[in-house]
T-cell receptor
Framework: GEDVEQSLFLSVREGDSSVINCTYT??????LYWYKQEPGAGLQLLTY?????DMKQDQRLTVLLNKKDKHLSLRIADTQTGDSAIYFC??????????FGAGTTVTVRA | DADVTQTPRNRITKTGKRIMLECSQT?????MYWYRQDPGLGLRLIYY???????NKGEISDGYSVSRQAQAKFSLSLESAIPNQTALYFC???????????????FGPGTRLTVL
């Protein structure tokens, strides 16, 4: 089945690292994505990871993939106020369909 | 200018009214999608289209219809709106999956629809 789960809320202090976790169920997923939604805006692709990788780093973002446990995480280093947003994990079911999690609302406090 | 635009951005309507939400894109993508977002539920796919003549139902198509007027335009209609269709609606586009990018979807800014 297609079911992506993630925690709904995360509060982090400015300058600390944020870790957002996600679990998925479709072991055949080829790509896994992290999207960011800022208030009043659509979703914007932050980063993605191909299923044959276990880690990807892109500036302050680090994605870890544990295929055995079907667990995906996004780490944001040195979290800033501009990182406050909703973060969606998504898995590719095929080459056009994405299955999204419910989204994690990240609040950065001073 | 934004690559994916949606109109209107906000709409309040009454139960039973017909509503059309419009989406336009300048990315030249063949594939277009309509999603709805509800708090705590993430995004759910309503309809998707691979080209002008290829339209498919998503997981929650009941109560909705779509029209692909051109490669760049994809509209979503609620024939008789009901309160549980109150949600945030997103249009998205993608090209064919290629290389190591998969099928990245590009989203519009959303339309907030309230049905009273």
């Amino acid at each position: 089945g297609e079911d992506v789960e993630q925690s709904l809320f995360l509060s982090v202090r400015e300058g600390d690292s944020s870790v957002i976790n996600c679990t998925y169920t479709d072991s055949s997923s080829t790509y896994l994505y992290w999207y960011k939604q800022e208030p009043g805006a659509g979703l914007q692709l932050l980063t993605y990871i191909f299923s044959n990788m276990d880690m990807k780093q892109d500036q302050r973002l680090t994605v870890l993939l544990n295929k055995k446990d079907k667990h995906l995480s996004l780490r944001i280093a040195d979290t800033q106020t501009g990182d406050s947003a909703i973060y969606f994990c998504a898995e590719s079911i095929n080459d056009y369909k994405l299955s999204f999690g419910a989204g994690t609302t990240v609040t950065v406090r001073a | 200018d934004a690559d994916v635009t949606q109109t209107p951005r906000n709409r309040i309507t009454k139960t039973g009214k017909r509503i059309m939400l419009e989406c336009s894109q300048t990315k030249g993508h063949d594939r277009m999608y309509w999603y709805r977002q509800d708090p705590g539920l993430g995004l759910r796919l309503i309809y998707y289209s691979f080209d002008v003549k290829d339209i498919n139902k998503g997981e929650i198509s009941d109560g909705y219809s779509v029209s692909r007027q051109a490669q760049a335009k994809f509209s979503l209609s609620l024939e008789s709106a009901i309160p549980n269709q109150t949600a945030l609606y997103f249009c998205a586009t993608s090209d064919l999956g290629y290389g190591n990018r998969g099928s990245e979807q590009f989203f519009g800014p959303g339309t907030r629809l309230t049905v009273l």
